[in-house]
């Protein structure tokens, strides 16, 4: 659960769950007065597993010692520790590392198998905590054979485990999910250093340089997973294809948002281009962004922290939530006046980095507080319509614009009509190539995807004078509730349109994608996330689930009758007249350790002395000799005291 994470192979992990054993063994079976020598195998297996697990050379700061060093050396301590577990207390000290392991794991861990791993962990904690707290004999209470103790017992014990586990659900209810990562630090590092051939520029995953463009016969091609052309220096909006259903990101964040990769803001009626600046550069592994051109600063009113894990090789663009304040990576990265981010490396599969944004606070009253924002001056590149844009498109903006008394209000109403004129298809009509895009979308095709959606949409404001651009990036399509993270996949890049507010900068906007705006956005709660997930796994497996619990309680049903059958074998038919003697005394208040003769007077019977004496005999007499007419008139005895008591 916590080595496969951290990028350790099979050869490490065995050498690890070898060590493992081997201290389970020697605990159990090893030379328990030879104290020093069961010391020094803990010692020398411990620090082979530290050596074959610690790399030092990868150990330059607080936060990758966290991760190179810090787990290693507690997978080391539990190892060393199984060492020792030849009573009680040290098995506790066992079960605390393993715990302690456990929660750091999860928090590290955010695939989808975190759940399976999460489940086979508490259930080996529970077991062990049950066996590490199981008594030798127990009390009167829990050992009486009468049936309305045993479920009066069962009742107790049921509501105890109930109301626990409420009282546990109804505080997770309003824990709300963290802002920040679940870890001690923000976590940064790359897989793979794969720097970039040249500065500030585009390349591909692979760390090719792209040259833009079209490719041959109307594909996709870009950097981006399944070669998304938003993830190139220009985007087509006549090229189509289908992406695949690959995960390309696993982002563990308290809210959903657009991952923005690039920005678009000089289009030609059919091509998008980015700005040829490249920005800022700066060292890292801890990078401070200056705020870009058009945003509006919010800092210290809400920080919004942001984790991203790579699923596959990805392209030097660095996703994040717009107005990114600080970012952690182990990279050089320039910070480019479009407020995009690109390193000087590739993100390999396996890398992680974290980025604090600002978030906008923009709400729909607020927006709309704004009104005409066409009527203030705008740099002429975000309102800025080609030669071919025609005048049908202007008239429908115009004609949609109508009435509205804010540009809030004219976004809705174009997304509106986009809604409901327009369909989503992937397999759109191409535009012939002397037309303007847009317009063949508009009033031709009235097919397409989000490229052409939001080209229409940023169009169709700009026409109006309000300043828009297109970005791209990933959408999250779904949360994995258990590992608290947004999950993104190749299917998930996409395009949508940004505008700009004179009092919360670029703020992004898509009829197709259901993200809301940060100041309407709310955190969940960790029990309604575990609720969900719950609640989603036995919906998505319901007859798999129903098929487990019937195995289990088979299972437990036939464990209990061969346990018993062969406990039974085991002592005898006169050892198990005995622990029924036993049980029926203890019922009475009988002492725990006393012997046969004082348990028979808790009962103040004759019979009670003669059966305890008999079972003296049967144990310790040496011509005891068994037969069956005693035997019966002891059975006999006991079910008669077992009914008094």
């Not at 530290?50 to 991760?67: E, F, K, M, N, P």
């Not at 019977?605 to 310790?620: G, K, M, V």
Request: net charge negative; charged share 20%.
């Amino acid at each position: 659960m916590l080595l496969e994470p951290l990028g350790y192979g099979l050869i490490q992990i065995a050498v690890v769950l070898a060590a493992v054993a081997a201290g389970a063994y020697f605990s159990m079976r090893g030379p328990h007065h030879q104290r020093l020598l069961r010391q020094a195998l803990g010692l020398l297996t411990g620090v082979a597993v530290a050596l074959s697990l610690v790399d030092l050379s990868a150990v330059d700061s607080i936060a990758t010692s966290l991760r190179f060093l810090l787990p290693q050396t507690l997978v080391a301590l539990v190892v060393m520790q199984g060492f020792e577990c030849t009573d009680r207390r040290s098995a506790r000290v066992s079960l605390a590392c393993s715990a302690m392991l456990t929660a750091y794991a999860a928090g590290i861990r955010v695939d989808e198998r975190l759940v399976v791993w999460l489940a086979v962990s508490l259930a080996g904690l529970t077991i062990g905590s049950h066996a590490v707290a199981h008594i030798d004999r127990r009390p009167p209470a829990a050992t009486g054979r009468s049936g309305r103790t045993n479920r009066r017992l069962v009742v107790t014990r049921a509501v105890a485990v109930v109301g626990a586990a409420s009282a546990v659900l109804a505080v997770l209810a309003v824990v709300r999910v963290p802002e920040g990562p679940a870890q001690l630090t923000l976590p940064s590092w790359l897989q793979e250093y794969r720097p970039t051939p040249s500065d500030g520029e585009l390349v591909a995953a692979d760390g090719s340089p792209l040259l833009g463009g079209a490719a041959p016969g109307g594909s996709r091609s870009g950097a981006g997973a399944g070669g998304y052309p938003g993830f190139s220096p220009t985007m087509d909006t006549s090229l189509r294809g289908a992406l695949g259903d690959e995960v390309v990101l696993r982002v563990r964040a308290p809210y959903a948002d657009f991952w923005r990769g690039q920005t678009f803001t000089q289009f030609d009626g059919r091509v998008w281009r980015v700005d040829e600046a490249t920005g800022e550069l700066t060292e890292g592994p801890d990078h401070d962004v200056r705020l870009a051109p058009g945003d509006v600063s919010t800092k210290g009113d809400d920080q919004f922290i942001q984790t991203f894990y790579a699923e596959v090789d990805l392209p030097n663009i660095v996703f994040a939530a717009s107005r990114a304040d600080r970012v952690l990576l182990a990279a050089p990265m320039w910070a480019r006046p479009d407020g995009a981010l690109r390193a000087q490396v590739v993100i390999p599969a396996g890398s992680a980095y974290t980025v604090v944004s600002q978030r906008s606070g923009a709400t729909a009253d607020g927006l709309r507080a704004e009104g005409d924002i066409s009527q203030l001056a705008s740099p002429i590149e975000f309102v800025y319509t080609p030669a071919s844009t025609t005048d049908r498109t202007r008239a429908l903006a115009e004609e949609l614009a109508g009435g509205a008394s804010s540009t809030y209000d004219v976004i809705l109403a174009i997304q509106a009509w986009l809604r409901t004129h327009v369909t989503y298809n992937l397999e759109a009509p191409v535009p012939p190539s002397d037309v303007d895009a847009v317009d063949h979308f508009l009033f031709e095709s009235q097919q397409g995807f989000c490229e052409q959606i939001a080209s229409a949409t940023a169009m169709l404001l700009r026409s109006l004078g309000i300043p828009a651009r297109i970005a791209t990036g990933y959408v999250p399509s779904e949360r994995d509730e258990v590992a608290g993270v947004w999950i993104s996949r190749a299917s998930d890049a996409h395009a949508w349109v940004e505008v700009r507010f004179p009092n919360f900068g670029w703020i992004a906007f898509d009829p197709t994608a259901a993200v809301p705006l940060a100041g309407e956005a709310t955190r969940t709660t960790i029990g309604g996330d575990l609720a969900k997930a719950v609640a989603g796994l036995i919906g998505d497996h319901i007859a798999v689930v129903l098929t487990s619990l019937l195995l289990v309680a088979a299972i437990t049903v036939v464990g209990k009758l061969v346990v018993g059958w062969w406990r039974r074998r085991r002592r005898g038919r006169w050892g198990v007249l005995q622990d029924r003697f036993v049980s029926a005394a203890l019922q009475r208040g009988a002492p725990l350790h006393a012997p046969n003769a004082r348990l028979a007077d808790v009962f103040d019977q004759r019979a009670a002395q003669e059966l305890a004496a008999t079972l003296d005999a049967s144990a310790f007499a040496a011509e005891w000799a068994d037969d069956d007419t005693s035997y019966h008139r002891a059975l006999d005895a006991i079910s008669e005291l077992e009914r008094s008591a």
